[in-house]
């Protein structure tokens, strides 16, 4: 069964430092992988999605890496803002259809000003 | 538009009662799921749908029904309300290929007494 595994479960950094968000999974045969935003009490935002085929997303400040033979993926964060503070949650499909998500718990990111 | 909502925002149910919980989007989205979000246990997928009339069961079903007899609304159904079904519901949409993004609604938090 896959599993889906993200560390660290909290981080906290000073306003501008580059930062890793790391997500392991351990099954490779994945058809994409996302990354989400998620604020306290609201829903989820997507940021980034990487198909399998593909080894890198960006967006702004963003940019998510896929090495799929190693279970593994990297959210980077650069010149981390205050706005920034959230926990971030990745998340593979299973099972064939791409809206079955497994999720990872989650880093809680504070950007500290 | 509205992209996926969810209502009630906040529920207060009894032990046995019943209640619905509404999904709707408006992006002629085929794809449809419902998971809920528990400290510590992240989010697990309860039902999902690939097109109207058809649902599957996710990761935790039991104590839940759903139908789709429209394209634009996924309704989640309890049927006798458990204390152990206290959490906060998510409601997501997507297109049915690639590339999978997954839109969320702002949740819905239920507390079960």
């Known amino acids: 069964k896959q599993e889906v595994t993200q560390i660290p479960a909290a981080l906290s950094v000073p306003e501008g430092e580059n930062l890793v968000l790391n997500c392991s999974f351990t099954d490779s045969a994945i058809y994409n992988l996302q990354w989400f935003r998620q604020d306290p009490g609201k829903g989820l935002t997507s940021l980034l999605l990487i198909q399998s085929s593909q080894r890198e997303q960006t967006s702004g400040r963003l940019n998510a890496s896929l090495d799929k033979s190693s279970g593994r993926s990297t959210l980077y964060i650069a010149a981390s803002q205050p706005g920034d503070s959230a926990t971030y949650l990745c998340?593979?499909?299973?099972?064939?259809?791409?809206?079955?998500?497994?999720f990872g718990t989650g880093t809680l990111l504070a950007v500290q000003p | 538009n509205a992209g996926v909502t969810q209502t009630p925002k906040f529920q207060v149910l009894k032990t046995g009662q019943s209640m619905t919980l509404q999904c709707a989007q408006d992006?002629?989205?085929?794809?449809m799921s419902w998971y809920r979000q528990d400290p510590g246990m992240g989010l697990r997928l309860i039902h999902y749908?690939?097109?109207?009339?058809?649902?599957d069961q996710g990761e935790v079903p039991n104590g839940y029904n759903v139908s789709r007899s429209t394209t634009e609304d996924f309704p989640l159904r309890l049927l006798s309300a458990a204390p152990s079904q206290t959490s906060v519901y998510f409601c997501?949409?997507?297109?049915?290929?690639?590339?999978?993004?997954?839109?969320f609604g702002p949740g819905t938090r239920l507390l079960v007494l």
């Open positions: 992006m002629n989205h085929e794809y």
């Open positions: 998340a593979v499909p299973y099972g064939g259809a791409t809206n079955k998500l497994i």
């Open positions: 749908s690939v097109g109207a009339g058809i649902t």
């Open positions: 997501a949409s997507s297109y049915g290929g690639a590339p999978g993004t997954q839109y």
